[in-house]
């Protein structure tokens, strides 16, 4: 038997997986979190992580522990998505919570958006006083930052559109609050200038 063998848990690929990204309930690992979930939190405490198990949403992710003045150990660094990414998050968060109101889609759990509706949205969100310009300019850059910090996924592409579907993770990522928050920022933003 080797050395990885002999130390190697029957939940170890799971938590692997989990420090990479969220692992959906359509993944194979989606069973080894819902049965090792007690011994996968325990590891992860040791390195100041907590395991975030969405049933209802299907799909679980860490995020870090905090202490009372919320620090935390710096395991995850905190990464600066820009003025205009933000934007697109606040939009894609407002779709998703007025897409869980809509009660006439309960058949269907999942939200999906194309590029032209990404591009409508942000353009409705932002004040007419807003230069638009560079925001537009520079969408598929943003949309991509997006889609690779994994709130974003590319479900299917063709010469004409681009379709996506909004992770569940948003919801987690952006609070209500915060949208709120960074909505009345816009507004004062775009009154100074």
């Known amino acids: 038997m080797s050395n990885l063998e002999q130390h190697i848990k029957p939940y170890s690929k799971a938590i692997v997986?989990?420090?990479?990204?969220?692992?959906?309930?359509h993944q194979s690992?989606?069973?080894?979190?819902?049965?090792?979930?007690v011994e996968i939190?325990?590891?992860?405490?040791l390195i100041g992580l907590e395991l975030v198990v969405k049933k209802d949403e299907g799909f679980a992710y860490?995020?870090?522990?905090?202490?009372?003045?919320?620090?935390?150990?710096?395991?995850?660094?905190?990464?600066?998505?820009?003025?205009?990414?933000s934007i697109i998050l606040v939009v894609?968060?407002?779709?998703?919570?007025?897409f869980d109101q809509n009660p006439t889609q309960f058949d269907v759990s999942e939200k999906f958006i194309t590029y032209q509706e990404i591009k409508e949205e942000v353009e409705l969100f932002l004040p007419e006083t807003y230069n638009k310009v560079k925001l537009l300019k520079d969408l598929d850059l943003n949309i991509r930052r997006?889609?690779?910090?994994?709130y974003l996924k590319e479900i299917d592409k063709n010469e004409?559109?681009?379709?996506y579907q909004i992770h569940r993770i948003i919801k987690e990522k952006v609070t209500l609050d915060q949208l709120q928050e960074f909505k009345n920022k816009l507004e004062e933003y775009v009154e100074s200038i």
């Open 146 to 150: 997006i889609v690779d910090l994994g």
């Open 92 to 98: 894609l968060r407002q779709s998703l919570e007025e």
């Open 29 to 37: 690992l989606w069973q080894d979190v819902l049965n090792y979930q």
């Open 17 to 25: 997986k989990l420090l990479k990204q969220p692992i959906e309930n």
């Open 41 to 45: 939190q325990n590891y992860l405490n």
């Open 62 to 85: 860490l995020r870090e522990l905090e202490d009372r003045e919320g620090n935390t150990i710096g395991l995850v660094s905190k990464r600066k998505i820009g003025f205009e990414a």
């Open 160 to 163: 004409f559109e681009t379709k």
